[in-house]
């Protein structure tokens, strides 16, 4: 057990600067209570030991107790019940994290994909609350994430709401750090194994699923999938989509996949992978009639070097990828894909944020939001091109040889 000293000396201010010995005792003593309030070791309610009990704790004079519990009870963070002792305000961790007025938003990547909306439904939503907003991008890295974590940690943010990295996947105690921290988080689009806490994910199977039906309501059977890595998250995206092609008794050809390097991704590199991937798939007998990829920023990928290639959408070959339901390019808007509501998932992030920060949810709390999918057909979804014969593979071939030299 720590010494009074040793209690007193370790205090980090909730305005995150230290506590320290030129301060007065009964300042540094009322220090330490706020930061235990704030953290939660002192949640709502709970009833502070008497001031005997404080001043044996912190070897100090009941004078001093006395006046660093005056100084709690006029900033509304304790109050005292006669003859029954002194409690917790039920709005003490809120009043102290009013002051902590930025909300984080720990994201992959911030051009593309779900994350235009996300981020400006935050920033709205934060706007309101009367919150800043900062964002971190982490480039898929959990080094990157971990350290913009400590970061966050060091500034004492109000809350964080975190896609977390996937690959490989993001390790608990990162999160772990920010809720010992007092610091509120949102999980969203996946789980963190290991962590309770908020989480607004996305139907991965489902969406599988989703992308399947559509390809084979139009006719499709012989497809390929495209991801930039391999997950959990792929292999859900997998188990629908392929659970939808056994309904009409399809099967994916592993020959048919392309999984891209584990880790931080580098966007020369994937685009040089994916249209060697693309050529090696389409010149195969065999070739695939539609493409179905885990994100939006890659089917655009996918999309120009089809393009590039000769091939047109979907007369020659048909693509679906996986995003937001505001298409925010020309590009997205011609490409089909499964979407979510990612601006409504950036709005209950905030809210469910600044639930935990009143004390109105606990901070370990384990409630799941799964938010819902549709499809958008856009321009690149088509039925099965009638010419996509043996004898027009040829020419195809032909085509990408063309390009090669």
Do not use: W
Not at 11 to 21: A, C, F, I, K, V
Not at 45 to 69: C, D
Not at 217 to 236: E, I, M, N, W, Y
Not at 325 to 345: D, F, G, K, M, P
């Amino acid at each position: 057990m720590l010494s009074a000293s040793e209690l007193l000396e370790s205090t980090t201010l909730p305005d995150g600067r230290e506590s320290n010995s030129s301060r007065a005792k009964y300042e540094r003593i009322q220090d330490h209570l706020k930061k235990q309030i704030l953290e939660g070791s002192l949640p709502p309610g709970t009833a502070l030991p008497s001031e005997q009990q404080l001043a044996t704790l912190f070897e100090s004079a009941r004078s001093t107790i006395r006046q660093a519990m005056g100084m709690l009870e006029r900033e509304g963070l304790v109050s005292r019940v006669q003859g029954k002792g002194t409690f917790v305000h039920e709005n003490a961790r809120q009043r102290l994290a009013s002051g902590l007025d930025i909300l984080a938003l720990v994201i992959p990547e911030v051009l593309s994909g779900y994350y235009p909306s996300l981020q400006h439904s935050f920033e709205e939503s934060s706007s309101q609350s009367q919150n800043q907003m900062l964002v971190c991008c982490t480039r898929n890295n959990i080094d990157k994430q971990g350290n913009a974590i400590l970061q966050l940690i060091d500034n004492q943010v109000g809350g964080v709401a975190i896609v977390p990295a996937s690959t490989p996947p993001t390790p608990a105690y990162q999160i772990r750090q920010l809720q010992k921290a007092g610091i509120p988080v949102v999980l969203c689009h996946r789980p963190v194994e290991g962590i309770t806490a908020p989480l607004l994910g996305l139907p991965f199977e489902q969406i599988g699923g989703m992308a399947g039906e559509a390809l084979v309501k139009q006719g499709h059977r012989r497809v390929s999938f495209f991801a930039p890595h391999c997950t959990q998250t792929t292999d859900l995206y997998l188990e629908g989509f392929r659970k939808a092609l056994a309904n009409v008794d399809c099967e994916l050809p592993a020959d048919h996949c392309y999984f891209g390097t584990d880790g931080t991704i580098d966007m020369q590199e994937l685009d040089n992978e994916i249209e060697a991937a693309l050529k090696r798939i389409l010149s195969q007998p065999d070739r695939p009639t539609a493409i179905f990829t885990s994100f939006d920023s890659m089917a655009e990928r996918i999309y120009l070097h089809l393009t590039k290639m000769g091939l047109r959408m979907p007369d020659d070959i048909s693509l679906i990828g996986v995003g937001d339901q505001i298409r925010h390019s020309v590009l997205q808007q011609q490409i089909a894909s499964v979407t979510v509501n990612e601006t409504q998932l950036g709005h209950r992030a905030v809210q469910l944020l600044n639930q935990m920060r009143s004390g109105e949810l606990p901070i370990e709390t384990p409630e799941t939001s799964i938010m819902p999918a549709e499809v958008y057909t856009g321009m690149t979804l088509g039925p099965v091109p009638e010419m996509i014969k043996p004898p027009n593979q040829e020419t195809l071939n032909q085509r990408i040889q063309s390009i090669e030299t």
